[in-house]
């Protein structure tokens, strides 16, 4: 079994910083985690709070903390920080390869996909933000990793694309028709759904965009790890 | 213009763990820098080691601390915690958007390897791997970002393959072919790189072999950023 992981992002139309943060990291025992947060507001000020909140979850993930614990400490540290008045979302979707299961940490009122096999699930938990009070929990799920499962992540620039034209994207039936279609690589899938979210935009995103997509598939070929990042850079 | 990395990474022969340790950060200021060290000996030890100074060199950039300085802050970390016992390698290639260079720090002697439009150089530095001493210096080289520019980073498994039997791989050649057949994504180079090394090896890679591409390249389409990552797991 192989594991793929996806990501695409877009920023909001005419802002040149992403409010949404996004690290793919190591775990130590065995795996890898993804942690995506989403700052209040957009742009420069966003981005600060949101690379705050994965900087934290990274570091402490790294040193073999639990998911749910980085993410009870990420909220209290941005609560100290900004004295509870900057709120921001958090996901981690880590594959941990030392129980063979995959754990989705939320503080996000956006919902998680989840299908396996025919079945779809959408994760809608009752998570809230975190930073703005104490004691704030993450809903935690933990699934066996289980060859045909694909998990689905993303940031509310999803959630209300279409809003200023009074449309809105229904994910899970996006997803749905993707994944009968054929056997869509996490890629595919990630880009047609931010390519769906930026059409209902009208070309113009109303937020930053964030999507995740993770795929548990057959092995195809060798035991290679690989990954790929593309930065689109404005001419210089 | 776009700027793509592609990144392969295979364990040494039925270890199940990789000395090496690669991770990508975002830079506070814009862009974002790949980081990839190569521990003592290998297995568990070697992954204990690298990771120890990735983490440390990714914390600082973080911070916004320069890479020059990041590489020295790991060297003395990694002399402190093991008694100047151990050593290890480290490359820090960094796509900095504020100055828009790139910018390679080395305490590594293996080579790395830039193309640019025909020509290609072999930065092939005295620097001396971290953790040994105190004053370990890396070689740093900041180039402009340009279109057409690719660079070569990988770990010694690459510069060793083939040893048992004799034979060694020349990988300017082998890049130069690469380069001249066709344009060849950033993930093709480095996946050939990979497959040379492991042939030359007869299939049971005699070290942790990890190779990093960089090229920039024209834009192609939009401006959405994507990550793919790959991991196979053994059959659970």
Do not use: W
Request: charged share 20%; net charge negative.
């Amino acid at each position: 079994m192989e594991i793929q992981i996806a990501v695409a992002k877009i920023n909001k139309y005419a802002v040149s910083e992403s409010g949404d943060t996004l690290e793919v990291v190591e775990r130590p025992n065995g795996g890898l985690s993804v942690v995506l947060a989403d700052g209040q507001t957009s742009g420069r000020g966003a981005k600060v709070i949101s690379t705050l909140v994965v900087r934290k979850v990274i570091s402490l993930l790294a040193e073999g903390v639990r998911d749910g614990a980085a993410a009870r400490a990420a909220s209290d540290y941005l609560f100290t920080e900004r004295s509870g008045k900057v709120s921001a979302t958090l996901n981690i979707i880590s594959v941990d390869l030392q129980t063979s299961t995959l754990v989705i940490t939320q503080n996000n009122p956006s919902p998680v996909l989840i299908a396996r096999e025919a079945k779809m699930e959408c994760l809608n938990s009752e998570s809230q933000p975190i930073g703005t009070s104490r004691n704030i929990r993450p809903s935690i799920c933990e699934i066996p990793l289980e060859m045909g499962l694909t998990v689905v992540v993303y940031t509310d620039g999803v959630t209300h694309a279409g809003e200023r034209s009074g449309k809105s994207l229904d994910v899970c039936t996006v997803v749905d028709a993707l994944l009968e279609d054929a056997n869509p690589s996490p890629q595919e899938i990630a880009d047609a759904l931010l390519a769906h979210a930026v059409r209902l935009d009208e070309g113009r995103p109303s937020d930053d965009i964030s999507v995740v997509v993770l795929r548990a598939m057959p092995m195809t070929g060798d035991a290679v790890r690989r990954m790929t990042v593309r930065l689109p850079v404005s001419p210089i």
